[in-house]
């Protein structure tokens, strides 16, 4: 670790400053070349600290970067994990404010309930399936607060794993019904067919994401609880968005969730 205690409380305000601005700041890799990835988790968790200090809880986590075709995108070679906090989640009714955001993209992602906790080291995918209450269609809204997604692993590390938001779909299914490992994707952008995808892209199976989650958590004193949702990460492509995009992913087995996007500042402008 080469950051001070200074240092982590400096750049966690910095990231979320940047946030609540929605204007980026500078690659931390850039400033501080010596910061690892040890590093860039403390100053996760010290973001984590100052938005439940406010108000926000923790109400899950989210793996990142677990397909070639998102590390390829990024050009990170590994995997991360961040947390998904209460604020997070939208309603999948409801319009998502764009602009509140830096430079959102979408990705389609198979949501896993815990009914039962998972503690590492040593987690496998039955231990994941056994604990797992049911499965839901969901989309993940990732954005940076790192100017022009100019990113390494210590930067999206750092950042929360470029955490959003959540749009989750109405339909449960439990994991007895499927195969984690073979279900289709399709995502559309105002109609149209941007990517496709298939679950086993993410760890060959979504279910072996959310025990390498469980697993590198522990090393960090982390556990995940009954009743945390997981995101295991997308097997496509993550995909732009502008105001006035709709955007519906497709899932066999599972059924379908969307989301539209709006201009806050056109709403605001329109009610004044």
């Known amino acids: 670790m080469a950051l001070s205690d200074e240092d982590i409380r400096r750049l966690a305000g910095e990231l979320w400053d940047a946030e609540r601005r929605s204007a980026p700041i500078q690659p931390i890799s850039g400033r501080h070349p010596d910061a690892d990835i040890d590093d860039a988790y403390r ?27 998102m590390q ?22 409801e319009p998502l404010a764009v602009d509140e955001l830096i430079a959102p993209r979408v990705e389609p992602e198979l949501a896993f309930v815990l009914d039962a906790p998972l503690r590492g080291p040593g ?45 989750l779909g109405g339909t449960r299914t439990p994991v007895s019904d499927l195969d984690p490992r073979l279900i289709g994707v399709v995502l559309r952008r105002n109609g149209e067919i941007v990517e496709t995808g298939a679950s086993g ?64 500042k056109v709403t605001e402008g329109a009610a004044a």
């Open 72 to 93: 390829r995108q990024f050009g990170v070679e590994r995997p991360d994990f961040g947390h998904l906090l209460a604020s997070m989640f939208h309603p999948e009714g």
């Open 43 to 69: 100053i996760q968790l010290e973001g984590v600290r100052l938005r439940t200090g406010a108000g926000d809880r923790v109400r899950g986590h989210k793996v990142g970067l677990t397909a070639r075709v």
């Open 123 to 167: 987690v496998t995918v039955a231990d994941v399936l056994g604990a797992t209450a049911f499965v839901l269609p969901a989309l993940e809204i990732i954005d940076s607060r790192i100017e022009d997604w100019r990113i390494g692993i210590v930067d999206t590390v750092a950042d929360n794993a470029s955490s959003a938001k959540v749009v």
């Open 201 to 264: 892209a993410v760890l060959g199976n979504p279910a072996q994401a959310v025990a390498w989650l469980a697993n590198t958590i522990a090393s960090h004193g982390g556990v995940l609880n009954a009743g945390d949702l997981i995101m295991p990460g997308t097997c496509t492509r993550a995909v732009g968005m502008e105001p006035g995009d709709t955007v519906r992913a497709d899932f066999e087995h599972l059924g379908h969730v969307g989301v539209s996007f709006r201009s806050a």
